[in-house]
């Protein structure tokens, strides 16, 4: 069965500070992997998404990932993190028909 | 553009008392729709999905049942809550292509009580 794991529960960055948000996942075939990002008290909204192709991919707010096949990774990444970036952030694989698997979530902390 | 909602954004009821949560997707048609649930301290779940009307999985066997009506809408049901129902519910759309995101609401906040 496919599975997420986000080993860091809580992060906390400085503001300025890069941010790397790991994820890790068990998919038996190429995976279909996103971050979503989610609010207290709100919804998901997606950051960035990966299908095929480049192996890096941009998403909005200045977040990249990275995904390494010979990893299993799907990484998270921004260079410079700002207040506002704290929150809580899901790596997820696609099991198909957009079923999706999450992982725990980490919560990012930024401090001044 | 295509927009989701779903109420009520929070909910206490009462162990015993029946539920229906509603979600339903505005500017796209035959979408895939699901819920998941959110426990306290835990990752999202998925507990249905549907690929059209009347066609509902079930992903994990628990108190809740789902329903779709109508194409774009999906309900959430219960006749008796349990305390282990409390959690926040979120409603999602996908399109049918495989190479595509899943699109989530605002979200539900039940406490049973």
């Known amino acids: 069965a496919q599975s997420v794991t986000q080993p860091d529960i809580h992060i906390t960055v400085s503001e300025g500070a890069s941010l790397e948000l790991r994820c890790n996942y068990s998919?038996?075939?190429?995976?279909?992997l996103f971050w979503y990002v989610q609010s207290p008290g709100q919804g998901l909204q997606l950051l960035l998404k990966?299908?095929?192709?480049?192996?890096l991919v941009q998403g909005i707010k200045g977040f990249e990932a990275e995904f390494k096949r010979s990893q299993s990774s799907f990484n998270l990444r921004k260079p410079s993190v700002h207040w506002s970036d704290a929150a809580e952030y899901f790596c997820?694989?696609?099991?198909?028909?957009?079923?999706?698997?999450f992982g725990t979530g980490t919560r990012l902390l930024v401090s001044p | 553009s295509q927009t989701i909602h779903q109420w009520p954004a929070t909910l206490v009821q009462p162990v015993g008392s029946p539920l229906s949560l509603e979600c339903t997707v505005e500017g796209t048609s035959n979408p895939n729709l699901y819920w998941y649930r959110q426990a306290a301290g835990r990752g999202l779940q998925l507990l249905f999905y549907s690929v059209g009307i009347g066609q509902i999985s079930s992903e994990v066997p628990q108190n809740l049942s789902a329903s779709r009506p109508q194409d774009r809408q999906f309900i959430l049901s219960s006749k008796k809550l349990l305390l282990s129902d409390s959690g926040f519910y979120l409603c999602?759309?996908?399109?049918?292509?495989?190479?595509?995101?899943?699109?989530f609401g605002q979200g539900t906040r039940l406490t049973v009580v």
């Open positions: 999602a759309w996908s399109g049918r292509a495989a190479n595509t995101e899943a699109f």
């Open positions: 990966y299908f095929s192709g480049d192996t």
């Open positions: 998919y038996g075939a190429t995976p279909y």
């Open positions: 997820a694989v696609s099991q198909g028909f957009q079923k999706l698997v």
